[in-house]
């Protein structure tokens, strides 16, 4: 299972907002021993009284000026102690926009309950589609540019950076960095409905000459289907009701509401996360997603069980 | 007892009476009881929602009804509970302690009643049919709006917002005219108890930042049912605005939650400690300046929206700052504790518990102030222990204080202290056991709002310990009813003052007449039960000279209190009730048809009518009485 905590950073971005969490703590830990000191030593030290003691009205007359002394004194420090609190947060916030430029440029759309991944080129033939899966090169600033096609989401990688939203009718930035090769999961952090437990995404951070591979290998149209059955399940998949909704580039299958299948076999997880990418958890995906993500916009789809075996050997052989 | 003055003001008697009441102590502890009934329904939500979550990819509950618990647990305890139970508590003391007959606009006080008990009563009954709104409490748009919340489940949230914040409203208006215009001659603001400061305070406060959340769920409604746009960006609408007006409120909201539990501080220290509070101008200046800083914050709930940095370190600034009128007055009250004469009875416990509880609260808040740490802590589990411990330790254990040091004052009867013991200490050990852990699962990366979570995760022990606290909760509940119940037959009788008080509310006997007090006091002093009048006074001691067979009161000048005029109280009457009704008609029909504004509007405008009907009878009585008092 890939790491998904706030306290083990593994890029730059997080690591000063660690940075910075391990300073307040220490701070705050100070006052709070010391207010919980000053509450025990006052329950300790001052003496018994009850309902029938008389109250005790000395301090109506005589300023209690020693007192003061001492609550002006706790008063400053803690008001010092809040201006140390700022002024690092501030720092954190230039350390964090000091990133250097990108190298890698993604487009982050988010969908009711998935993620829509596309990698920018200055060429447009460059590009290409991928979905709930991220692979960025260690070591280089990558921009997420972030928009959502339905309601609000919120992007967030914790052990490489904070989270930012995703605004229908807005678009937002993030910069992130990986400083170690490693799986990296993320889940949307804004309550966006039924399905918002199930809307994780992963974010592979490989060297750069395996991430090159990746992207080069993502960027041809999909396989052609080896074999027989596989033949049979791509006319199950561009004829029936998948290629309503996904797209498989190098066949007729094209719409966009939906995960692009291009290379879908080789995903780690399926239904944004949830579960495997594995044989058996693709068949009751296909057959009956609500068993898996109750509520999710797909369909269930009653295939029988040669096209069920056809279809999951044509999305299997999509390397 | 006086039974002039006891005939002409009490309630009439009967069911036609409890429909009929005005009085500001029956009307505030029906809200304090319906505002815990409440709490109790909201906090079964809670503990349905811990069961689903103790273990990983459980299927107690699904996520459309998970959906569901949450917004209502969170609307419930916010705008069912929190809010009224604090306005209950004031419309019952702010008028004792400031030595008035009765509250300002005692009509309009039941009224407001009346629509928080059917606002509340809705949410609970949509949620039984299934429409409880689903979209959090906080209802964020577009996810709210019509596309993406079919049905009438968020027009239910919406409608309800409409039902409490117009008995917010009101009753604020009811506590600020009580507060300005009919304290005991004498009672200077410089004299004013800290409760009735805070009190004041939170009015205000009420008074600016609902308006905002009104408008903002107004603005929902309308297009969700004549399609208009505000918040639809493909139609120049703005999703952003919601949060901009929501937070505009929502973040004074949990100050004029606190500010009360502060008001309960500031009386029960002093009280337990023997001497008078230390500080008190400090502790008042705090108050007033914590309410203006809290309309400065509401942006740190959106730090992780794409405003510019530059503004967003505004926020962080404002949000730190108003940790120091916090400050003050927890210094003060260890000064006052330190000074005093320690009487470690029930109530204090639970203030002690403030010390530890909201103080941990309120530092995790100075993490989420700052934006670095909130990019990562926003919208995890951290932040729903952070709120829990803000809220119950701020608000809530002084609540529960604030219930063992009034109860005597409203049944006459003491509670149990063993009972009381049992429950802080079950209350105290199960609220960290089960929101501790939260900031640890906050930080493994557990986000909220969610129904369920991968086994793999490894965030099931920590949930499971957590669920396990919310038990010890429930169990402290349960005492704490045991107790009350028990007591308010069984308990010791407490007699006028039995903890040995300073402030007015405890001059009058155990529960107060209907007229409160005999004689209204003038008062010379801060604690006026404490200070005694050495040399034989000048002025008079009480205000003589009232009419007793008409409800009359003496009203005073604002700030020095001096005696102005008097002025004819109201009496009890049913249109307030019948209003409320016509009112809530109007309300939910319009969840249904627009037109509802327009038909539901009669019926509306003819009760309010008769409601202001004078009667020659009346007016004669009043009449007679102002040329001969």
Redesign the interface.
Known sequence: ?PV????ASAGPQ?A??EA??WV??AI?AV??AG??L??A???L?????????????S??DKP?RG?AF??IA??AL??AG??F??V???V??RR??ALGAPEVQIELTAH?WWWEVRYQDAEPARMFTTANEMHIPVGKPVLVTLKAD???H?F?V?NL?????L???????LTMQADAPGSY?G????????????MALVVFADPPEQYQAWAAAERKPALPPAGEQAEHGREVFVNGRCAMCHAIQGTSAGARTAPDLTHFASRATLAAG?VPNTVGHLAGWILDPHSIK??VNMPANPLDPDELHALLAYLGGLR | MNPVLEQTWRDPPGLWGTLCAIDHKTIGKRTIVTAFGFFLAAGILAALMRLQLARPENTLVGPDLYNQLFTTHGTAMMFLFAVPVMQGMAIYLVPLMVGARSVAFPRMNAFAYWVYLFGGLFLFVSLLFDIGPDAGWFSYVPLSGPQYTPGKRADVWAQMITFTELSGLLVAVVVIATVFKLRAPGLTLARLPLFVWAMLVTAFMILFAMPSVMLASTALILDRLVSTHFYNPAEGGDALLWQHLFWFFGHPEVYFIFIPGLAFMSSIIPTFSRRPIYGYPAIVLSLISTAFLSFGLWVHHMFATHIPDLGKSFFTAASMMIAIPTAIQIFCWITTMWKGRFDLRTPMLFVLAFFFILVLGGLTGLMVASVPLDLQLHDTYFVVAHLHYVLLGGAVFPLFGAWYYWFPKFTGRLMSERLGRWQFWLFFVGFNVAFYPMHHLGLQGMPRRVYTYPVDMGWGALNALSTAGAVMIAASVLVFIVNALGSRRGGALAGENPWGAGTLEWATASPPPPYNFERPPVVRARDPLWEPVNEPPAEPTQVVGLAERVREALVTTVVDALPSHRLAFPQPTVWPFISAIAVTVMFIGSIFTPWAIVWGGIPVAIAVTLWFWPKRRETMADLAVEKRP
């Open positions: 299972m998904q905590e706030i306290l997080a000063h907002i910075l969490w307040t703590l705050c006052v709070f207010v919980l000053a509450v030593w006052a329950l030290r001052a003496p018994r009284g009850d309902p029938a003691t008389p109250p005790d009205l301090s109506l209690e007192t001492i609550v706790a008063l803690c008001t809040l201006i609190l700022t690092a947060s501030y954190t916030d964090l926009a009711r339905d309601v609000i919120s967030w914790p950076a904070g989270k930012k939203d605004i229908p009718g807005r678009v937002a930035t999961r889940q949307c952090a804004e309550f966006c409905g039924l399905q918002h437990a199930k949830t109750p509520g």
